[in-house]
């Protein structure tokens, strides 16, 4: 690709369709598009922060304040927006929340990097000065971050409620919280060197509309939507034993379709017994292994429903198989998949209880390694928005056990930071110093935001909080309700080191991605994206934001 010089004539190696953009323009053009994606989701950061309205292309809403889901629900279709969209993907997946912190501060960076390029710096001294300052900035986060105690209750909930601040969860999050912390509670185990481990994959977490959210509860097991497959089967136990079943009870199917030729009505009544036959042994064999209840992921034929039901025995067909398999941790047996060769060891032990109000069979047990919440709310939306603010706080405290650092949030890490950043760039040689500042005043855009989103005014908001850090104190944050400067670790605002550290690096990435490339070689238009040019401008905002409305009310 690109042109080569042979014999002094350029060669042209490109078809003619094919855009290019270089040097300059390309920097402009990536960074307009990448801030306008961080303009975009800067506005719901925070406890004060508003919801997204998403509309796709289906008319299917989405109201949300979660980062990742606007970026993600958005249908950008800009190649640098979608590698910023990346950033909040990644996260996501490493740390569970501070998707808008990450992507904002990424936009940020990227706003006083071009500034830098302007003073005519060159984008590997920008690159490797942020790469200075993002590794220092973790130390630093190392050195900040407290310790925390996995017993510390009452801190734990403190972790859940600040990640749920600002989102549906929050109006319910004395409730919520407790929850959170007795699920996370249940699913740690602690590993051979006495760190706690958290296995949020035994932990899930189902949903329920036409209820309140505070009649959400915690399972110490497993809620299975489905009705029994006879009304003459009994519907609860207790202490049962649980047969897990991932084969049909069903007539043997034959290997490949045969055709019988029936000669006599003996010959099809024969025919007809034998099938009841097997039917009846396969009931038999469950009886005999002393099974009360049958789980089963496949079908059961309505003889063999029959035959259950006259044995006493409750059974479900066509549970999930990813029920079937955290059943396992329920009841503490395995899978069954051959009847022949079931005994009594294959089955397990749980209280089965069939809810007449939800309709739902509830199987728990007391030595249950795997927990269920059980979220409710009123309709589709609230639920919704709920599961994502609960996802996150179940990954933060998660973290919060299992790395065991905690920090100040509402914006005293990112001051503390900021301020520690600028005594460090002093000690940077050449124009890298110069990207250490930009690094540090891109990072002291979160307690910016937070002020501004509360409507405070953040100037002001800034100005007393580095007058606090420089007195020493590293957990001054802003209170958002007051607009005071408070320790906000003492008032319970507290998030994981871990997020942070995380938040930090992939911003850092993105934008150091975005600066390194100087030349843009498309083989569509480019045209749609380049005119505008300014960020949150028709040019740099992608596609899909004609659909996104203002907010609509977040929790005040
Ligand atoms: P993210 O997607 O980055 O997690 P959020 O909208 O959840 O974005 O906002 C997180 C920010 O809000 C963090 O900086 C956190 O410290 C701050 N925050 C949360 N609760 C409070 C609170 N009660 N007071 C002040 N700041 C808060
Ligand atoms: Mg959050």
Redo the contacts with the bound molecule.
């Keep these: 690709m690109g042109q080569r010089m042979q014999q002094g004539q350029p060669m042209i190696v490109m078809s003619e369709d094919a855009q290019r953009v270089k040097d300059k323009d390309a920097q402009e053009h990536n960074i307009a598009a990448a801030r306008a994606v961080a303009e975009a989701v800067r506005s ?4 004060k ?1 508003m919801d997204k309205m998403l509309v796709d292309s289906l008319g299917d809403v989405t109201v949300t ?3 990742v889901t606007i970026l993600t629900e958005m249908d950008i279709d800009n190649p640098t927006a979608e590698m910023v969209v990346e950033v909040a993907e990644t996260q996501e997946d490493e740390a569970g ?6 992507v904002a501060v990424a936009g940020e960076l990227l706003k006083n990097a071009e500034d830098l390029l302007d003073q005519d710096i060159h984008p590997t001294a920008i690159i490797r000065g942020f790469h200075l300052a993002s590794e220092r900035a973790r130390e630093e986060v190392d050195d900040v971050a407290q310790a925390i105690d996995p017993d510390d209750e009452e801190l734990l909930r403190s972790v859940a409620e ?2 749920m ?3 549906g969860a929050e109006l319910n999050k004395e409730l919520l919280s407790q929850l959170i912390v007795d699920g996370v509670r249940n699913v740690t185990v602690e590993g051979e060197d006495g760190q706690p481990i958290v296995d949020l994959e035994f932990l899930k977490v189902e949903t329920q509309t036409g209820y309140a959210v505070d009649e959400s509860e915690l399972l110490e097991g497993v809620a299975i939507d489905k009705d029994p497959v006879h009304d003459d089967m009994p519907r609860d136990f207790e202490d049962a034993n649980v047969l897990l079943l991932d084969t049909s009870i069903e007539v043997e199917e034959t290997e490949v379709d045969a055709q019988v030729n029936l000669e006599s009505p003996d010959q099809l009544q024969s025919f007809l017994d034998s099938e009841e036959e097997q039917l009846r042994e396969q009931v038999q064999k469950i009886n005999e292994s002393g099974a009360d209840v049958v789980l089963c992921q496949k079908g059961i034929d309505d003889l063999a429903q029959h035959f259950l039901a006259k044995e006493g025995i409750l059974a479900v067909r066509r549970v999930k198989k990813s029920d079937i398999e955290f059943l396992t941790e329920i009841v503490g047996a395995p899978v069954v998949s051959d009847l022949d060769a079931l005994s009594s060891d294959d089955l397990g032990r749980a209280d089965v209880r069939r809810s007449h109000d939800d309709e739902l069979f509830y199987v728990t047990g007391e030595d249950a390694h795997g927990v269920t919440l059980l979220l409710r709310g009123s309709t589709d939306h609230v639920v919704d928005e709920l599961e994502r603010g609960i996802e ?1 706080a179940l990954d933060v405290v998660g973290q919060a056990v299992s790395d065991g650092r905690v920090l100040a ?3 005293a890490i ?1 001051t503390e930071l900021a301020s520690r950043l600028r005594d460090y760039a002093d000690s940077v040689e050449g124009r890298e110093q110069l990207a250490v500042e930009a690094f540090a005043d891109a990072v002291e855009l ?1 307690p910016r935001v ?1 002020s501004e989103n509360a409507g405070l005014d953040p100037i002001d908001s800034l100005v007393d909080l580095r007058a606090e850090h420089e007195s020493g104190n590293a957990r001054a ?4 309700h007051s607009g005071e400067i408070e320790d ?1 670790f003492e008032a319970g ?1 507290v ?1 994981p080191a871990h997020a942070k550290e995380q ?1 930090l690096s992939s911003a850092t990435e993105a934008a150091n991605l975005v600066l390194k490339i100087d030349d843009i070689i498309s083989a569509g238009d480019l045209s749609d994206d380049e005119e505008g040019g300014e960020p949150g401008g028709p040019g740099g905002a992608p596609g899909g934001m004609g659909g996104m409305g203002g907010g609509m009310g977040g929790m005040m």
Excluded: H, I, M, Y
């Design positions: 719901t950061l925070g406890p922060g304040n979660d980062g929340d501070g998707t808008t912190t990450a600040t990640s601040t600002g989102k996150d949030g509402g914006g990112e979160v937070l944050g802003l209170n958002v906000t605002v998030e938040a």
